[in-house]
């Protein structure tokens, strides 16, 4: 039975399910741990934060693939489901990243995965998911400043046997997968399994007549654990990943008459990627202590093609091609048994060496538009501005310019921390928290872009000589400036990061079932290079020297006025500063009614300074810091199992998340929202479990969703938005001991609305950018067969 409900609880206390003698699942309440983490460990009621847990059977029954899956299944937790895997935007509680630095850190099995390109990857066998809000910091470091995501595989000691699943969808959407565990003895156990999914799309190219989103997916995850004496754990795990995808389905959104076009761009736009991590866990227990080891190796390769304008002109396309190794160590300190004062101290370390290939291909029309119209258009402004300078134009000879641009980004960085908890501080049931990171980064980028062809053309115009009519009257001189222009720009620069980030806590527990927390962290979330511009960059290169080789053969006194300007820095330029924030929260959350009701209530308050926020730039994004902004809100979950195989849930977060200031030098965005973050998060579900107990037979699973968010902006000016929208998804599961058949639907009314919108500059009138939006995934259904044996 889908148990999504069940985890809408912002601490995640909404307990566990069994399956009793009659077949069908009961639901109840109960006081649950957080497992498998060498940083904490504390019964869900009792844990001073918002925290929401997904179990296995919820990952399951909820056909939850990935991290966009969880969208608004949390309060405050949004994460857009658009363009490729390439793009994971997490946003919770005001605070987002769309390129670059993300605002949350994800690990899987205890290991950081660094780069947020690494986000979107296919579920199986996991045990459970955690989403916790508010910085973390303090334990986890850098890029935690919006919460944190841990997500736990299957261990083989804790589950043995072998499951089949097999599904089929609209779309042409089908999937197969295999996993077998198998407990070898009580000291050594493995796990293997296979998994494959493929979809033809649900969206159409007009140019091409072809479908625009496909996916294809492949991967594989294996584990060796051993449980060598009561003391000493190793645990080795290795997954693997390959996803081609075909196409990003945006098309043109007309903003001031909300007008959707078809999609239809001329050029390929694709994204493939190969993601492989590999970890080593050893934990030891001791009489005072536990020692945690984690380290995490993490491969990762893609190539991005792309149609940069989105439009059946040819402007010029885009491709990124990553190459990462990432290297994580963590060693851990915890005391081992309760007691009054209890205390977790660490170290960790990773280094990222990251090489990205961006070479951008200038088309027929991007030449003519952009460096050709572009050029002529300041000429002639220049013309009325200098009356004594001819009138000139610019040709360009090249059919395509290929400027190809390779990054080096290397990140290093070092971190000490230690939390303190004091237990019955003054009274019984009062706890006192407090905690200290010392976080080092370096991040470096050696650039290096280029033309691989000279730039080739030529300005004509002619210039006229005022003579008198007695020698012949006016001379007209013909002007023709070859024009063999090599570009590049190279250089590499350096930042050097250090940060402290404390953590304060009060924890008051009432009884066994009621517990009030007031907390207040600082995050930050790192600074870095904005290697997109290097495009635009070039851009004004070409114009520059274009006017330079004029300007310098034309004769004196035609430009008397004009001079050189000094440049900026290149630092200054590509560079964005790091992001920091302070989060002040209260809350509480409690059990009652013989455990069949529970409730939990928050209330959060975020400053937050040099927030980082993704604009537009040319025909791309860059990160930029806005200023400063305050985010503040609360979350509210509500849960009521009325009969043992009944259960409704109900699940609101709100965020008010403004700009305090924010200005770009033309326009002041102080008071308009924070983009792409929902005003209202709400989640209504409810499941019921019906025993058959005939020889075919034995239960019926009956699940419902309804799923809504909104308003959600999608600019700094506030001028296009998404209104508040809902999606209703369900499922009917018919299970006869070891077989499970599952129909299910997601969007099930094909709700329309807009799952992501941009702008990028419009090369037939730079005066007004164009507009692209993607639709959100319309009605999806099919089914879905496992067997486990």
């Known amino acids: 039975m889908c148990l999504c409900f069940l985890l809408l609880t912002l601490i995640g206390n909404a307990g566990e399910e069994y399956v009793d003698s009659t077949g069908y699942k009961n639901y109840y309440l109960q006081e649950i741990q957080i497992v498998s983490n060498p940083k904490s460990e504390s019964k869900l009621l009792e844990f001073p934060a ?141 796990s293997l399994n296979g998994r494959y999914r ?31 004496n009561r003391r000493l754990k190793i645990n080795i795990s290795s997954d693997f990943e390959y996803s081609r995808q075909n196409g990003y389905p945006y098309s043109k959104y007309d903003k001031f008459e909300k007008r959707w ?44 093609h792309l149609d940069q304008d989105f439009t059946p002109l040819s402007v010029f396309t885009l491709q990124q091609k990553q190459k990462q190794n990432a290297f994580t160590q963590e060693v851990v300190f915890k005391s081992s048994a309760f007691r009054n004062l209890q205390w977790v101290a660490g170290i960790f370390g990773f280094y990222s060496g990251l090489r990205t290939d961006g070479p951008v291909n200038f088309k027929k029309d991007g030449i003519s538009y952009l460096i050709e119209g572009q050029t002529n258009t300041q000429l002639s402004a220049l013309k009325v501005q200098y009356p004594k300078m001819p009138d000139l134009s610019l040709d360009i000879d090249n059919y395509n310019l290929y400027i190809n641009g390779t990054y080096q980004t290397p990140t290093f960085g070092l971190a000490v921390f230690k939390q303190l908890v004091y237990n019955n501080m003054f009274t019984n049931g009062l706890s006192g928290t407090i905690g200290l990171r010392l976080d080092y980064e370096n991040s470096r980028i050696k650039h290096n872009t280029y033309s691989t062809d000279n730039l080739r053309g030529n300005i004509s115009g002619q210039m006229t000589v005022v003579r008198p009519s007695v020698i012949g009257g006016d001379l007209v001189i013909p002007i023709l400036i070859p024009l063999d222009i090599p570009l590049s720009i190279e250089g590499k620069e350096r930042m050097d990061m250090w940060e402290l980030l404390p953590k304060f806590e009060l924890k008051y527990k009432i009884g066994k079932s009621s517990v009030l927390y007031l907390s207040a962290a600082r995050g930050y979330r790192s600074g870095g290079y904005n290697f997109q511009m290097f495009s635009n960059l070039i851009q004004s290169q070409i114009r520059e020297k274009i006017m330079q080789t004029a300007f310098y053969q034309m004769p004196s006194g035609i430009f008397p006025e004009i001079q050189v300007s000094e440049s900026m820095p290149m630092r200054d330029i590509i560079a964005y500063r790091p ?40 025909y791309g994004r ?27 849930s109900v699940s609101y977060g709100f965020t008010h998340a403004c700009f305090v200031s924010n200005n770009d030098g033309e326009i002041d965005y102080k008071h308009n929202y924070v983009p792409f973050t929902p005003k209202h998060t ?108």
């Open 579 to 618: 992001e920091h924030s302070w989060n002040y929260e209260i809350g509480g959350h409690s059990v009652f009614g013989d455990n069949r009701i529970f409730a939990d209530i928050s209330a959060f308050y975020i400053d937050c300074r040099n927030q980082q926020i993704s604009v537009v730039s040319g």
């Open 198 to 228: 493929k979809d033809d799309g649900y969206f159409m190219n007009e140019y091409t007549g072809e479908k625009s989103g496909t996916s294809e997916v492949v991967g594989g995850r294996g584990q060796l654990q051993w449980r060598i």
């Open 622 to 648: 860059i990160t930029k810091n806005s200023g400063r902004s305050v985010s503040k809100g609360i979350e509210a979950s509500f849960r009521y199992v009325p009969m043992d195989n009944l259960q409704f």
């Open 50 to 190: 918002s925290i929401t847990v997904f179990n296995t059977r919820n990952i399951e029954d909820c056909r939850i693939i990935s991290l966009k899956d969880l969208s608004t299944l949390s309060p405050n937790f949004y994460v857009p489901d658009y363009g490729s895997k390439l793009i994971s935007s997490v946003y919770i509680r005001g605070i987002g990243s769309r390129i670059n630095s993300p605002v949350i850190g994800l690990y899987v099995d205890n290991v950081p995965y660094l780069d947020k390109s690494a986000f979107d990857f296919d579920f199986m066998d996991i045990e459970k998911v955690e989403v916790l809000k508010g910085p973390q910091g303090t334990l986890y470091g850098r890029n935690t400043m919006a919460g944190l995501v841990n997500i736990y595989t299957r261990s083989p000691f804790d589950y043995q046997g072998t499951k089949i699943r097999g599904g089929y969808g609209n779309g042409n959407a089908w999937s197969v997968a295999l996993s077998h565990s198998y407990k070898v003895n009580e000291k050594f156990a493995f």
């Open 682 to 789: 709400l989640a209504i579900t409810g499941g019921y479990s019906i025993p058959v107990n005939c020889s075919w037979l034995d239960k019926i699973d009956i699940d419902l969703q309804y799923l809504g968010r909104g308003r959600i902006y999608w600019t700094e000016l506030n001028d296009v938005s998404q209104p508040y929208y809902e999606l209703v998804n369900g499922s009917f599961s018919f299970t006869k001991g070891p077989f499970n058949l599952k129909i299910w639907g997601k969007n099930i009314f094909n709700r329309r609305y807009q799952s992501f919108y941009f702008e990028v500059m419009n090369a037939q009138n730079l005066k007004q950018d164009n507009g692209f939006a993607q639709k959100g995934r319309p009605v999806t259904f099919g089914t879905d067969v496992t067997i486990r044996f």
């Open 261 to 304: 076009e078809k999609i239809n761009y001329n050029d390929e736009a694709s994204y493939k990627r190969n993601l492989s991590t590999t970890s080593l866990f050893v934990q030891y227990t001791h009489e005072c202590f536990v020692m945690s080891s984690t380290s995490g190796y993490q491969y990762l390769k893609d190539n991005m």
